[in-house]
């Protein structure tokens, strides 16, 4: 549990707190029992981290005087855009039941949707077929279309916002982050979810940045794979196409091809509505010709010796089991050359020692005889190595000493491995930022990004 959450028990008017479901940002949700009609509810308590506290007595407030305006404007902002929510009338958007004010700050009480969120939903439901995949958005888009209509945007729409009910119906949750498109919009990022114009304030947010979002959530549930990170995109997209990767078994081209083009990384060539992205995406109307995303051009991927990937396998099945030919699989699919491949497999391997030493031994087997084994400014580690033909040293050993205030030592490891995925300095720091788990830190990493990003 969270340190400043309220504690089990807890009775706030009719509601008892019985555990913490989730935190972000602005607040923190919690499973309540409504008293009066004993039935379970979501409890958000408005707590924007960085600039408000909780107090002995439970009570919340600004974290100094210089604060409390901006605390207050967002309290009574939460309690504005609760009302409007509450207004929705949508069986797939989360239904909000009451908001008041206490403690200090404000609340929103929704109902509890009882079901898994669809990250742990498609465990059990891979591989999907076109139906399945658009029985699930039809309903999303007509919910989020009522959300538009209204003049809001949900901007966080991504796999554990959407959960799925035990009669598999789906429904939106969480407008922590909902705003008005009127009002001055903040910076929001789920990367691969998130497109490039919530990444600033600045950026011309709309519907069609919701879009991003939900279809980014289809390219993951076709594919498999999470969307590159949108500021990764904008000056060299590398990301494979839903057009490419899509199952045409499962699929239809026109689906994949809407798919594509609403992940388009620029906003004015993404559709501009729900109804515009519905009829693409159903086949009731085609993509405007000058809008349609083509397929991009790939280089041959090489194919790799049977003895070679079995030898990968074995190593790998002793640090993630009977699952690993399916890695190894997708990852030789992917991969350019023998060191790519091993960089990919590695990376499915979370303790780092155990990591650097699979990269060594399968690297040291790649490496060409005549290649030297040391030098100015090389290393016998073949991950560095490789790491350093990416990027300069410089930047590395700059990275990793800025990560390393955060994670610790086994930031080497990870520079080595976000530096075999990363195409510039920006997508490296992007990269490196999902390594720390503290909020505040990661934002201050990546405004780093941001930074080098628009200097380039």
Known sequence: MAANALPAGYALQEYRIEKLLGEGGFGLTYLALDGNLNLRVALKEYLPDDIARRASDQSIGPRS????????????????????????????????????????????????????????WMKTHRPLAEAQAAALMGPLLDGLEVVHKAGFM???????????????????????????????????????????????????????????????VLYWMVTGNKPHEAVARIKSDTMPSALQAGDRNLFRAEFLSAIDWALAPSEDQRPQS??????ALMGSSPIPEKTQVL?????????????????????????????APVVV????KKSASQAELVQLVAAEITDAEARSAFEKKFLEISRPQS??????????????????????????????????????????????????????????????????EDKEEKKAFNRKAVSIFRKA
């Open 154 to 216: 949900h901007r966080d729409i991504k796999p554990n916002n959407i959960y799925v009910r035990e009669d598999g119906s789906p429904v939106l949750i969480d407008f922590g982050s909902a705003r008005m498109r009127s009002s001055e919009l903040t910076a929001v990022v789920s990367p691969g979810f998130a497109p490039f114009e919530q990444y600033h304030t600045q950026g011309n947010q709309g519907p069609w940045s919701d879009l991003y979002a939900l279809s980014g």
């Open 371 to 436: 290649q030297p084994r040391s030098g100015p400014r090389t290393t016998t580690d073949p991950a560095t190595s490789l790491a350093a033909s990416r990027f300069p040293l410089e930047v590395l050993e700059r990275a990793e000493q800025r990560l390393a205030e955060h994670i610790g030592a086994v930031a080497r490891v990870v520079v080595k491995r976000a530096a075999m995925k990363a195409r510039d300095e920006a997508e490296l720091y992007f990269l490196l930022a999902d390594e720390i």
């Open 274 to 279: 729900v109804a515009e992205w519905r009829a």
């Open 329 to 332: 699989k997708k990852a030789a």
């Open 65 to 120: 005087p210089d604060t409390a305006e901006t605390f207050g404007w967002g309290k009574q902002r939460f309690l504005d855009e609760s009302r409007t929510v509450a207004s929705f009338r949508h069986p797939n958007i989360v239904r909000v039941m009451r908001f008041f004010e206490a403690n200090g700050t404000a609340y929103m009480v929704m109902e509890f949707v009882e079901g898994a969120a669809l990250g742990e």
């Open 295 to 323: 397929p991009k051009k790939t280089t041959a991927v090489p194919t790799f010796e049977p003895a070679l990937l079995r030898k990968v396998e074995a190593e790998l099945a002793q640090h993630l089991g009977p699952i």
